[in-house]
């Protein structure tokens, strides 16, 4: 039997494991996977903070996000590809906005690529909003960049 899945604060001792989740979940699409120092940099910055999503040892995926006052921005969530469609990310979805709520904040922000369809339904799914639009911000490979929209979510 399968051991549900437990989150867990993402810490220092994490950078290398969070790298290398990071890395399996973005690399393939052609994204650029953030580093350990990547990683390290965020982490330390005020106000970031992560969640590791673990099951049965083993990392599954992980989210990143910021509160500064009264708002908030999900940075990243990665879920390794063949742990996909199992509730995960929606677990660590839910998981940052309750965090970021507690801290204090009032609205949460991502950006998502509109080549991104599965995200942006979790999202929507979520309750956030479509608030704007980065034309060729996110790098694709050797490809051009695509477009972010630019979501928000109330959580007052």
């Known amino acids: ?9 993402l810490g220092a001792l994490d950078l290398d494991r969070a790298a290398a989740l990071h890395g399996e979940a973005f690399g393939p699409q052609g994204e650029r996977a953030w580093t ?27 989210a990143v996000y ?6 908030s921005e999900l940075l990243t969530i990665a879920v390794r590809p063949a742990d ?8 660590l979805l839910v998981a940052a906005i309750d ?8 609205a949460m922000f991502l950006e998502v ?4 369809p ?17 034309p060729a911000y996110l790098r694709r490979g050797d490809g051009p ?8 979510l109330a959580l007052g």
């Open 1 to 9: 039997m399968t051991a549900i899945p437990a989150l867990c604060p």
């Open 36 to 62: 350990r120092q990547d990683m390290a940099e965020l982490l330390a910055s005020p106000g970031v903070a992560g969640l590791l999503l673990r099951r049965d040892g083993a990392d599954i995926g992980m």
């Open 66 to 71: 910021r509160v500064a006052a009264d708002e």
């Open 84 to 91: 996909r469609r199992g509730g995960a990310g929606r677990r």
């Open 99 to 106: 965090h970021a709520r507690a801290a204090g904040a009032r």
């Open 113 to 116: 690529g509109v080549d991104n």
């Open 118 to 134: 599965a995200a942006r339904a979790l999202y929507q799914s979520a309750g956030f909003r479509a608030a704007g639009r980065r």
């Open 145 to 152: 960049p695509a477009d972010a929209i630019v979501m928000r």
